[in-house]
């Protein structure tokens, strides 16, 4: 008995693996209607063509300017990184199961959306 409850022990103390499955989606964010006047200087970068790769358990989002980002996994199929663009922090998450990616900035409120193809 002690055996088996230290093997249930080790095994849900272990880190949970996730693996994304492999692919390469382009995309452009679109710009939430609600979003303030404020975040239009924001805009250009997002209205550019941005990649998210996954590969294994790596997920990688590129994109103009430099943008070269690893994600961290959140849970199971979704990752996310914050970056920082004029000032304005950005938190970016990507579902691969809905094949939604979203960004929100924490200072304005500004938020963008896209679907992976």
Known sequence: MR????????ALAAPLAVHAADSTSTFRFAADPANMTACIALAPQFEREHTLTAAGD????????GLSEQMKP?????????????????DYVADLDAKTISVRGNNLGCKWSAKLS
């Open 58 to 65: 790596t997920v990688r989002i590129t994109g103009p300017g």
């Open 74 to 90: 959140m849970k199971t199929n979704v990752y996310q990184t914050v970056l920082e663009l004029s000032g304005e922090r950005l």
């Open 3 to 10: 055996r088996t409850t230290l093997f249930l022990a080790a």
